[in-house]
């Protein structure tokens, strides 16, 4: 099932895209909803970020073949972050090129979308606790990254954290492709099979951290191929299964 968020005749509304329409829930998939019985074409809807996280926790290297592109050893834990919530945009949204940067970089990772409140879960439940999975694009500014030496100014930024198009409940977070393409380029391509912590062990490892609420969004690390992006540039992650998250840069 792809649940989808989107602006229709005014209203923010949650729906399902279904074959060649969006069909209208009320309420949201986070707080209980239903599906009621009008569909409407997907080209009357302007969609949204599928979810309103009150937090995005961000996980650092987690691709064996991006570790292996940058030389670096394997973590033996997860290192994590943290986007506010003001940083989420939706497909098609403008991702802002901030005046303080001049080094702009896109970021393609598959993002986790909790679906109740979670905190202490064991690896063995932690899939219990996600509603489905979305595509995410972890924006940074790598010149202030690497000036600042901690990363909340380089990763915060409005419109930093893409989220899109939908939230898929069936998929297996084990083997599916993720892609990204700049102006039609590929840039990035790998598995998400190459993750250094699967995501059980990632939903567990945040939830003894910090609750989790329903619609946060943990998103799960970059493959090999980061790279700056211009204004004018238009960006797309795309992930077997989900679908496709594209965004112009202003
Ligand atoms: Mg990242």
């Known amino acids: 099932m792809k649940i989808v968020r989107f602006q229709y005749a005014g209203e923010v509304r949650y729906g399902v895209h ?4 969006v069909r209208l829930a009320e309420g949201t998939p986070f707080s209980g909803w239903k599906l009621v019985d009008e569909r409407v074409a997907p080209g009357e809807v302007r969609l949204l970020a599928p979810c309103e996280p009150s937090k995005v926790v961000c996980i650092g290297l987690n691709y064996v073949d991006h570790a292996a592109e940058l030389n670096m050893a394997l973590p033996d834990e997860p290192l994590m972050f943290l986007k506010p919530p003001t940083a989420v945009c939706g497909p098609g949204d403008t991702i802002v090129y901030p005046a303080m940067t001049g080094n702009l970089h896109y970021e393609a990772e598959l993002g986790i979308v909790i679906g109740g409140r979670a905190k202490d879960i064991p ?28 990363w909340t100014r380089c990763k915060s930024f409005d419109t930093f954290m893409p989220l899109g198009p939908c939230i898929e409940t069936v998929f297996e977070p084990d083997n599916a492709a993720i892609r990204l393409t700049l102006n ?6 790998s598995n998400i099979s190459n993750f ?17 609420l329903p619609g946060d969004v943990i998103i799960t690390g970059t493959p090999p191929g980061i790279g700056p992006m211009e204004r004018g540039d238009s960006v797309r992650v795309e992930i077997e299964g989900i679908g496709a998250l594209e965004n112009p840069v202003g």
């Not at 279904?18 to 329409?21: F, H, I």
């Not at 996600?130 to 990254?145: E, H, I, K, S």
């Open 18 to 21: 279904e074959d060649d329409s």
């Open 123 to 150: 690896e063995d439940e932690a899939l219990g606790c996600v509603l489905g999975y979305t595509c995410a694009n972890d924006v940074t500014a790598r010149d202030l990254q690497a000036r600042d030496g901690q």
């Open 184 to 189: 039609g380029e590929e840039r990035q391509s």
């Open 196 to 212: 250094i912590f699967k995501v059980p062990r990632l939903v567990s490892f945040v939830s003894q951290v910090m609750t989790l």
